[in-house]
Nanobody, 121 residues
Framework: QVQLVESGGGSVQPGGSLRLSCVAS????????MGWYRQAPGKQRELVAA???????TYPDSVKGRFTISRDNARNTVYLQMNSLKPEDTAVYYC???????????????WGRGTQVTVSS
């Protein structure tokens, strides 16, 4: 059974940084793409970063230049480094795994339970 467990969320002031981690219960070589999504209250779940097995990445314009995704296949772990955080980054952040490199949530077969990120002064 595949389990993804996120950690690293918390409260931070605007301009601050957080590093999220996602540890998988299986070898993440199984998944071509690993992604981080977020969902704020009343909003749809959106992709904030994805990375392929060979390190290709994608980000929406809203986080480009501030967020960095990386994967450590040997540790079955995916990271999301978030810098210059803004109040609009406040959301629950989810780790997900897919056989496709896509932004569509439906293509991600496995999801973690999420970790809360709150950006507020």
């Amino acid at each position: 059974q595949v389990q993804l467990v996120e950690s690293g969320g918390g409260s931070v002031q605007p301009g601050g940084s957080l590093r999220l981690s996602c540890v998988a219960s299986v070898n993440i070589f199984r998944f071509y793409a690993m992604g981080w999504y977020r969902q704020a209250p009343g909003k749809q779940r959106e992709l904030v970063a994805a990375v392929t097995l060979v390190g290709k990445t994608t980000y929406p314009d809203s986080v480009k230049g501030r967020f960095t995704i990386s994967r450590d296949n040997a540790r079955n772990t995916v990271y999301l480094q978030m810098n210059s955080l803004k109040p609009e980054d406040t959301a629950v952040y989810y780790c997900a795994a897919s056989s496709q490199f896509t932004s569509a949530p439906a293509a991600y077969a496995y999801w973690g339970r999420g970790t809360q990120v709150t950006v507020s002064s």
